[in-house]
């Protein structure tokens, strides 16, 4: 499976952005997808997960409330919608894919075998 990720840019403290992730690739109604970030000299950490049918999410404590993900399995992609973005949301965002079919969705890393590109997020103050 290939994951691509668009979205990114620079946009001011408050301000919006939807990030997209296509994925290539059969089956991709029966996997979790996730969203997590890296930010300079930092680990890569969790942002947000949904469940392979879309009814179940879960968020960082850092975004929540801020962000809202969600899927279209029609189109294959995955979506990260971000808003009153602050400075410390600055980080290079990756799409990733469960490694297994369904289950509940996770925020560790090692649940995800198949990473997107990343796509920069910055945030000016």
């Known amino acids: 499976v290939q994951l691509q990720a668009s979205g990114g840019g620079m946009v001011q403290t408050g301000g919006s952005l939807r990030l997209s992730c296509a994925a290539s690739g059969r089956s991709f109604s029966t996997f979790n997808m996730a969203w997590f970030r890296q930010a300079p000299g930092k680990e890569r950490e969790f942002v947000a997960a949904?469940?392979?049918?879309?009814?179940?999410?879960k968020y960082a404590d850092s975004v929540r409330d801020r962000v809202f993900i969600s899927r279209d399995n029609a189109k294959t992609t995955v979506y990260l919608q971000m808003d009153r973005l602050k400075p410390d949301d600055t980080a290079v965002y990756f799409c990733?894919?469960?490694?297994?079919?369904?289950?509940?969705?996770?925020?560790?890393?090692?649940?995800?075998?198949?990473w997107g590109q990343g796509t920069q997020v910055t945030v000016s103050s």
């Open positions: 990733a894919r469960a490694t297994d079919k369904y289950g509940p969705p996770s925020a560790a890393t090692s649940g995800y075998s198949n």
């Open positions: 949904i469940g392979w049918a879309g009814d179940r999410r």
